[in-house]
Structure formats: structure tokens, C-alpha cells
T-cell receptor, first 114, second 114 residues
């Protein structure tokens, strides 16, 4: 079945450091891929998304490229801020079916220190 | 502004109690979901509903049931709460299509069973 694997956290960085959070997936066909972010005490918010190979999703300085050949969707940001401290979830939605059901990775906690 | 509202942010219940978690969305979405969030396990799907009175089991339905009598409201029921159901519960809604449609999440209910 479909699945998502994220790198283990927590990730601790200094402000202005470069961020990479790895995400790989297993799925048939061409799933849609998402990154969601959960700030402390809040629900999940969509950060960015991509629907086909080589698509790049971007938002708030974050980017992720849909790599079909490596089944990956790694999240990157060139210069993190303290306000980026949150839990980040990679997720996929299967190509077939219309339920909109999302499958999530384990989540990666990011802590950015001033 | 789109909204998914969960009735309680925090709940403390006793073992064996029947517990109701309520979720309301104002976006006229057909799909609604209940996820459970635990550290290191990410979000796991308990149940989802793709229409009024329609439901399907997710990955971890044991010990839970759901009710969808109206389109905007989706209730999660713990028939007899147990300590291993202590967790964060997240409700979400979306439109029913494959591809690049996002899910919108509520703020979560942190349930403690003592």
C-alpha cells in the first residue's frame, strides 16, 4: 500500500541556517504530494503541494520538488527563522479514487534557535 | 475564511466512559476525516466519511465509531474510553477529488483518559 517516510527528528538549527527535511514515498502511479506544518498548539496547515513529476511547490520561502525517479519530495529552505519552529508533515494522496484521503509521514520537529 | 471547528481543545475522561468528539466544517465539503496524532507515529486515519451517513474504516478503527447525520458535522465516538486512547485527535475536511485538493484541519482535541 501507499506509505510516506520522513527523516527522524528533532532537527535543531541556528537562525539563517539551511534546512532540508527528507521525505520519500511508496505509491503506485502518480500520487499528489503535500507538506503540512503544525505550529505549537495549532492544527495542520498546508505549506505547499505538487501533483506531477518535476513540479516544484513553494510557499513562505520553502520549496519541494516532486522527484519521480527517487520517489522523494524533500522540503528545503535557504534561511530558517525562529518562527519556522514547528512540526512538518509530508503526505500523499493516491492517484486513483476520489476520497481525498491523505497518508502522512511521522512528522519532523524543527527547532530554530536565535 | 474556511473553517473546521472541533468542539473541545482539551478533554479529560475516565476509563470506561463514552466520549464524543465533535467536528463542524463550514465549507460544504463532502469528505470528512478523523485522524489520531501520536509522537513518532504521525497522523493515522481512524475513519472517514464521503457523504452523509456514509463512512469507511481507516487504518486504526478499533475502539472507535463515527456518526455523520448532517453534511457539516462529523462525530467521533469512543464507546468505552481506555488509557491507550489518550492522544491528540484531528478532524479534517476536503472536496472529493483525486489530485491537488488540500484538506483543511481543525485545531485538534487533546484527550486524556485517566
Amino acid at each position: 500500500g501507499n506509505s510516506v517516510t520522513q527523516m527522524e527528528g528533532p532537527v535543531t538549527l541556528s537562525e539563517e541556517a539551511f534546512l532540508t527535511i527528507n521525505c520519500t514515498y511508496t505509491a503506485t502511479g502518480y500520487p499528489s504530494l503535500f507538506w503540512y506544518v503544525q505550529y505549537p498548539g495549532e492544527g495542520l496547515q498546508l505549506l505547499l503541494k505538487a501533483t506531477k513529476a518535476d513540479d516544484k511547490g513553494s510557499n513562505k520561502g520553502f520549496e519541494a520538488t516532486y522527484r519521480k525517479e527517487t520517489t522523494s519530495f524533500h522540503l528545503e529552505k535557504g534561511s530558517v527563522q525562529v518562527s519556522d519552529s514547528a512540526v512538518y508533515f509530508c503526505a500523499l494522496k493516491g492517484q486513483t479514487g476520489n476520497t481525498g484521503k491523505l497518508i502522512f509521514g511521522q512528522g519532523t520537529t524543527l527547532q530554530v534557535k536565535p | 475564511d474556511v473553517k473546521v471547528t472541533q468542539s473541545s481543545r482539551y478533554l479529560v475522561k475516565r476509563t470506561g466512559e463514552k466520549v464524543f468528539l465533535e467536528c463542524v466544517q463550514d465549507m460544504d465539503h463532502e469528505n470528512m476525516f478523523w485522524y489520531r496524532q501520536d509522537p513518532g507515529l504521525g497522523l493515522r486515519l481512524i475513519y472517514f466519511s464521503y457523504d452523509v451517513k456514509m463512512k469507511e474504516k481507516g487504518d486504526i478503527p478499533e475502539g472507535y465509531s463515527v456518526s455523520r447525520e448532517k453534511k457539516e458535522r462529523f462525530s467521533l465516538i469512543l464507546e468505552s474510553a481506555s488509557t491507550n486512547q489518550t492522544s491528540m485527535y484531528l478532524c479534517a475536511s476536503s472536496v472529493p477529488s483525486a489530485g491537488l485538493t488540500e484538506a483543511f484541519f481543525g485545531q485538534g482535541t487533546r484527550l486524556t483518559v485517566v
